[in-house]
């Protein structure tokens, strides 16, 4: 299981938050923002979910001491919207959140459960960001998004769809520019962002399968073996995220 810290003063977001990640994550409440980073210190947290004006405004000196000092930390802004509140939440995104929760209005559980696996598969998809340059459009929002939408059954008419696209030029695009096919990009996709889940060494690989709708734990290991040629085991020890990253940037001429 991973581990979410959470700065919510209202007991019902807390709530239900617990509930949506109710047996694959464990929940540290924390009341101040000085818990929150003695929990990052002493827990292997790898969401914060937070009341962005949890001290009445929104501290975003806070949010960058934690990005600095929990570089790998995905921030997940759980807030109540209110007019006044809308230039904060604009800048919320440039000060290291990677996703936005609306109190009573996208945080059923379902909601919040898509969110918080989205806003982790964009934190780690920061990874390969920098690293494609000054790749076509196509190509790189192709690579991206099959990470950020990792949790989702993907094919590669709603990559091409997603990309505002056609699938034939999508694949031709990736083709050009030295990339696997629609089918193979999302499947890499899928395995960072297992990677990713692996690096939290009370996670197992049967874990990671399911929340990423592999059909079994046997088929996920299969897939590492063809991909990577290592056991979820071997991935975690090799560095996990960075290291998938890494074998995908070879394995298309880029690493």
């Given at each position: 299981?991973?581990?979410?810290?959470?700065?919510?003063?209202?007991?019902?977001?807390?709530?239900?938050?617990?509930?949506?990640?109710s047996g694959q994550h464990t929940v540290v409440?924390?009341?101040?923002?000085?818990?929150?980073?003695?929990?990052?210190?002493?827990?292997?947290?790898?969401?914060?979910?937070?009341?962005?004006?949890?001290?009445?405004?929104?501290?975003?000196?806070?949010?960058?001491?934690?990005?600095?000092?929990?570089?790998?930390?995905?921030?997940?802004?759980?807030?109540?919207?209110?007019?006044?509140?809308?230039?904060?939440?604009?800048?919320?995104?440039?000060?290291?959140?990677?996703?936005?929760?609306?109190?009573?209005?996208?945080?059923?559980?379902?909601?919040?459960?898509?969110?918080?696996?989205?806003?982790?598969?964009?934190?780690?998809?920061?990874?390969?960001?920098?690293?494609?340059?000054?790749?076509?459009?196509?190509?790189?929002?192709?690579?991206?998004?099959?990470?950020?939408?990792?949790?989702?059954?993907?094919?590669?008419?709603?990559?091409?769809?997603?990309?505002?696209?056609?699938?034939?030029?999508?694949?031709?695009?990736?083709?050009?520019?030295?990339?696997?096919?629609?089918?193979?990009?999302?499947?890499?996709?899928?395995?960072?962002?297992?990677?990713?889940?692996?690096?939290?060494?009370?996670?197992?690989?049967?874990?990671?399968?399911?929340?990423?709708?592999?059909?079994?734990?046997?088929?996920?290991?299969?897939?590492?073996?063809?991909?990577?040629?290592?056991?979820?085991?071997?991935?975690?020890?090799?560095?996990?995220?960075?290291?998938?990253?890494?074998?995908?940037?070879?394995?298309?001429?880029?690493?």
């Amino acid at each position: 299981m991973g581990v979410i810290a959470t700065l919510l003063p209202e007991e019902r977001c807390l709530l239900r938050v617990v509930q949506a990640v109710s047996g694959q994550h464990t929940v540290v409440p924390c009341h101040s923002w000085d818990e929150v980073f003695g929990a990052c210190e002493d827990e292997a947290v790898h969401i914060a979910a937070l009341d962005l004006f949890a001290d009445g405004r929104a501290n975003f000196d806070r949010v960058r001491q934690l990005k600095l000092r929990f570089a790998r930390i995905t921030l997940v802004a759980y807030v109540s919207f209110t007019p006044s509140r809308t230039r904060d939440l604009f800048d919320a995104g440039r000060a290291g959140f990677d996703g936005l929760i609306i109190v009573d209005q996208d945080d059923t559980p379902l909601q919040l459960k898509s969110v918080l696996g989205q806003a982790e598969a964009r934190g780690v998809a920061s990874l390969l960001r920098n690293r494609l340059g000054a790749l076509n459009p196509i190509s790189r929002d192709a690579v991206l998004v099959s990470i950020t939408r990792a949790h989702l059954r993907l094919t590669s008419h709603r990559l091409a769809d997603i990309l505002t696209t056609s699938r034939r030029n999508l694949l031709a695009r990736l083709e050009q520019d030295g990339f696997p096919a629609p089918q193979k990009l999302i499947t890499w996709g899928r395995l960072v962002v297992a990677a990713q889940m692996l690096e939290d060494s009370n996670r197992s690989a049967d874990s990671a399968a399911r929340a990423l709708d592999f059909p079994s734990g046997s088929a996920f290991r299969n897939t590492c073996q063809r991909y990577l040629k290592a056991t979820p085991q071997e991935i975690r020890s090799k560095g996990g995220a960075g290291f998938v990253v890494e074998e995908f940037l070879k394995s298309v001429g880029r690493g």
